[in-house]
Nanobody
């Protein structure tokens, strides 16, 4: 069973930055793709950013130019560098990985941005 563990969430003020990390129990080069999702209270979970095994990236329009997804295969980790945070970015952020037909999720990390 693949385990994904997120870290790096917290409370910041608008305009500040945070870096989220996702550490996997499996060698991440095996994953077809990984991504970050978020879910705000009362809203559906949405894709924030994704990265494929070939390091192609994709971003939600709302975070383009502010967030950067990356991965480090040597550390079995994926990251989300978030800058210019706004209260609209407040949500629980989840790490996601796809291995073949299986999808894995982390437990989530809370990001709260105060105005």
């Amino acid at each position: 069973q693949v385990q994904l563990v997120e870290s790096g969430g917290g409370l910041v003020q608008a305009g500040e930055s945070l870096r989220l990390s996702c550490t996997a129990s499996e060698r991440i080069f095996r994953f077809n793709a990984m991504g970050w999702y978020r879910q705000a209270p009362g809203k559906q979970r949405e894709l924030v950013a994704s990265i494929t095994s070939g390091d192609s990236t994709n971003y939600a329009d709302s975070v383009k130019g502010r967030f950067t997804i990356s991965r480090d295969t040597a550390k079995n980790a994926m990251y989300l560098q978030m800058s210019s945070l706004t209260p609209g970015d407040t949500a629980v952020y989840y790490c996601n990985a796809r291995l073949g037909v299986r999808i894995y999720w982390g437990q989530g990390t809370q990001v709260t941005v105060s105005s």
